[in-house]
């Protein structure tokens, strides 16, 4: 995780709050950026690997939340099938947070999909949380499902 430093105005003083970048990289075997990109992007196969109500669109400016309303933003940019740009937070970060953004990119390697995951601006204490939470309730999932697994995923 990469650290970066925000500070914004209240009151007349300044705040200072660290703000992290999650950096991921993740090989899927045997699989096409065309069915990583549905598993994030469609609605019904998203709510089933997270296990809980999700509502996304894959259109650009569409508002979208995913775990029950737990985390919500907006989707910025769409390249079918090999990028998705996103805000993003989670209902328990502090109201003065600003949103994170969130980036996936697909790159295919022969057989094989590299899943490129960048988050930026995550409050320095939800960033751990929130980089485990990325290979528990997404990645580890998905590769169960692509193995036909059962999917196992840890509690909210």
């Known amino acids: 995780?990469?650290?970066l430093l925000r500070h914004y105005?209240?009151?007349?003083?300044?705040?200072?709050?660290?703000?992290?970048?999650i950096v991921q990289k993740v090989v899927f075997k045997n699989t096409t950026p065309k069915v990583l990109y549905a598993l994030y992007m469609d609605e019904k196969k998203h709510?089933?690997?997270?296990?809980?109500?999700?509502?996304?669109?894959?259109?650009?400016g569409a508002k979208y939340s995913v775990h029950g309303?737990?985390?919500?933003?907006?989707?910025?940019?769409?390249?079918?099938?090999?990028?998705?740009?996103?805000?993003?937070?989670?209902?328990?970060?502090?109201k003065s947070e600003v949103d994170s953004t969130f980036i996936i990119n697909l790159e295919e390697k022969g057989k094989?999909?590299?899943?490129?995951?960048i988050h930026a601006n995550v409050p320095d204490k939800y960033a751990?949380?929130?980089a485990k939470?990325?290979?528990?309730?997404?990645?580890?999932p998905w590769k169960q499902h692509l193995a036909g697994k059962i999917?196992?995923?840890?509690?909210?």
């Open 69 to 94: 309303g737990y985390i919500s933003g907006k989707n910025l940019q769409l390249v079918k099938d090999k990028l998705i740009v996103q805000t993003w937070r989670a209902v328990d970060w502090d």
């Open 1 to 3: 995780m990469v650290n």
């Open 128 to 130: 751990a949380s929130v």
């Open 133 to 140: 939470g990325w290979t528990g309730h997404y990645w580890n």
């Open 151 to 156: 999917i196992t995923r840890p509690q909210m």
């Open 112 to 117: 094989d999909v590299v899943l490129h995951a």
């Open 9 to 21: 105005s209240i009151n007349q003083q300044i705040k200072i709050v660290m703000a992290k970048t």
């Open 47 to 60: 709510t089933m690997i997270a296990g809980a109500p999700c509502k996304i669109s894959a259109k650009e």
